[in-house]
């Protein structure tokens, strides 16, 4: 990434002294101090999204739609050895500085409020890389592309795996012709109450392997948390790139849980964007929630990037299935519909 007007600024700054100190540095000098300084980027994004349950209440919101701002670095440890960090924030409520988000954030005021990605690790050529914090997990990055390819993504069905993305040791090995093994520990210690009482350590797998346009990617979760379900995640991905055409199916499944496949096309046309996905989750009869029933989604994206920093879209969902869309009714009363949808319009900045 080039380095950001704010990058260049912090970097004036902090070398001016020095810079009028030293008359005699030479401008390579001076952009060498310049490249080793961190990368600062981010955005801000904005969306305006309506919500109707069918037979049911509806609803329009402005809102932030997870607007960040971050900083990394990387430098050389040792000939093909790279050290790097990576800082990120978000929960910045851009669209309100004195509301809380009319209620799509839980609450939260506006500021940077919570952490998104924070790690530091190594990498090499020969080895790989290996990293700690907290950071989208190697079940997310290897498998789940659908759920995480969209801007609002409200009724997107998620995949019921538990590891999260904090305390994670993560590892990718080099390619062996095409093939990558990915790992990953979450580490639960005794005051740590994502293991529940005692402490744990879920595990997650992949292995990801790509040649020409095409990529395979296997992974599993060992869901060791306090869920009352320690059954297995399981998940395949396999991706096709046509010159601007990208097709990708996935399937997930987890014993007295769920199933979730998907299939999504996304086509390029110069500055324009298409995409169109379908995705189907089949309750079990032993699941925790919505037991023995079925929930589809289509969803459409229409995106333009403006420039090489903003970029606007449309997206439509429509949520199908049995009555899994609960809603609160006019009496105050829980209820539920077998239909849902969202249209939605955004804008985003990004640096």
């Not at 023995?292 to 420039?307: E, F, G, P, W």
């Not at 970029?311 to 809603?327: A, H, K, R, W």
Request: proline share 1%.
């Amino acid at each position: 990434m080039k380095k950001t007007l704010i990058a260049s600024a912090v970097a004036a700054a902090t070398f001016s002294g020095a810079a009028l100190a030293q008359s005699t540095m030479s401008a390579s000098e001076l952009a060498a101090k310049m490249d080793s300084m961190p990368t600062v980027y981010g955005n801000i994004q904005y969306a305006i999204a309506h919500d109707n349950f069918d037979g049911g209440p509806s609803t329009i919101n402005h809102f932030d739609n997870g607007s960040t701002l971050g900083v990394k670095h990387d430098h050389e440890i040792a000939p093909g050895i790279t050290g790097f960090f990576k800082l990120e924030l978000e929960g910045l409520n851009a669209d309100d500085k004195n509301g809380d988000d009319n209620g799509i954030n839980d609450g939260d005021f506006a500021g940077l409020t919570e952490l998104d990605e924070a790690y530091i690790g190594i990498k090499g050529d020969s080895f790989g890389q290996i990293w700690v914090g907290s950071d989208d997990s190697t079940y997310e990055r290897a498998v789940t592309e659908i759920v995480e390819f969209y801007e609002v993504a409200s009724l997107n069905q998620g995949v019921d795996y538990t590891t999260g993305e904090g305390d994670l040791i993560q590892y990718m090995s080099p390619s062996f012709g095409g093939l990558s093994i990915w790992g990953a520990v979450q580490f639960n210690g005794d005051d740590d109450t994502k293991g529940g009482s005692e402490k744990s350590y879920p595990y997650q797998l992949a292995a990801v392997y790509e040649v020409d346009a095409l990529e395979l990617a296997v992974a599993m979760d060992s869901n060791d948390v306090s869920d009352g379900n320690n059954e297995n995640t399981y998940g395949l991905r396999a991706s096709y790139n046509l010159d601007n055409l990208r097709l990708t199916g996935e399937f997930h499944t987890r014993k007295d849980a769920s199933d979730t496949f998907g299939v999504m096309g996304i086509y390029t046309l110069g500055a324009n964007q298409f995409a169109l996905s379908y995705e189907m989750t089949q309750y079990d009869e032993q699941a925790s929630e919505f037991a023995d029933l079925d929930a589809d989604t289509i969803t459409l994206q229409a995106l333009h990037n403006v420039s090489d920093h903003m970029y606007v879209y449309f997206e439509g969902y429509l949520g199908g299935g049995d009555e899994v869309y609960e809603y609160t009714d006019s009496l105050g009363q829980t209820a539920s519909t077998d239909e849902r949808s969202i249209a939605s319009v955004g804008a985003v900045y990004y640096f």
